[in-house]
């Protein structure tokens, strides 16, 4: 079986693969360009969140059998396309759990006690001590949107630091002691903190938007470790300068990477490009499950 990975994944998955007899060709930095002319031969994508599958690629890759997404979400492939042409779309949804709800809760502490902009305040060389008071997290309210594997982890993790977890989900999450599940405008008037962790989709796409942030608490802190898209981003700018966002920790953008940096002229944005599942263990975890996943495939009986 022909490989062909598209996005960095671990040295080991690699290994692992050829040892198992695939052969795997790493072209990690492929262009979209490159990538239409290269794929015909291949029966195996791998792809993390760089490379997009949209129909042009599923229409010059005529042998693909299987394309693996080392992470979660899936948006950055045509799936019913695929799966029309016989393509199998598979993914590792666990794998980066724990580095995602880690991130948000930095981004929490982050946003709490101003670390970041007290850091460049220190590198200008300044010694601006009464700039930079926070508040505590402890008996803070968190609204989680989306109280699936991520959201869930971070709730245990809020929970334990003495937060009271409001928890919104557009399907039925059974109870759990460290979460009350809300309902949305409930969440909104209530939360000091607001992470959100759902997909991006045509019901989600924009579901953070004006009507929403004027019904948040005054002086808010949102967290988006999820899909750019999720929040818009300009009824976020005008949330902030009119004062109802006291700030904003982005990982995640509407157009990656950024282009429009309007948002990071605010001093209360603080952000990162897409790193959520970047951790050692995780990266450590999504290749030996693309790996696991490969292996299996490569050995399935002929149809
Ligand atoms: P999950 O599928 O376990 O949970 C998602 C939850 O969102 C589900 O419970 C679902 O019912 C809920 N949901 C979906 N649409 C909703 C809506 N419109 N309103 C309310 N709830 C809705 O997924 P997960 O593993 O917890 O991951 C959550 C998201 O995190 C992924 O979809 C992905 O977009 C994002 N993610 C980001 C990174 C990153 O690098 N920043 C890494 C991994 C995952």
Redesign the pocket.
Known sequence: MKVLVCDSISPRAVERMSKAGLEVDVDDKITPEALLEKIGPYDAMVVR?RTKVRKPVIDCATNLKVVVRG???V?NIDVEYAESKGIRILNT??A??H??AE?ALAYMFALARPVVQATESMRAGLWEKSKFEGIEIAGKVLGI?????????LAQRAAALGMLVLG????T?GAAPYMHMVE?DELLEKADFIS??????E??KH?INAEMFAKMKQGVRIV????GG?IDESALYDAIVAGKVAGAAL??FENEPLTDRKLFELPQVIGSP?????TKE?TGRIGDEVADLLIGVSQEPCS
């Not at 989306?146 to 982890?153: L, V, W, Y």
């Not at 919104?168 to 399907?171: F, I, K, N, P």
């Not at 897409?274 to 970047?278: D, E, N, R, T």
Request: net charge negative.
């Open positions: 969140s992470g979660v979400g948006d949804p666990g980066s759990t580095a995602v991130l949107i989306g109280m699936g594997r991520i959201g869930q982890a919104y989900d557009s399907r999450v949305m959100l962790h759902i997909p991006l989709t019901q989600s579901l988006d470790c999820a899909r999720v990982d995640v897409h790193i959520g599942a970047s995780a």
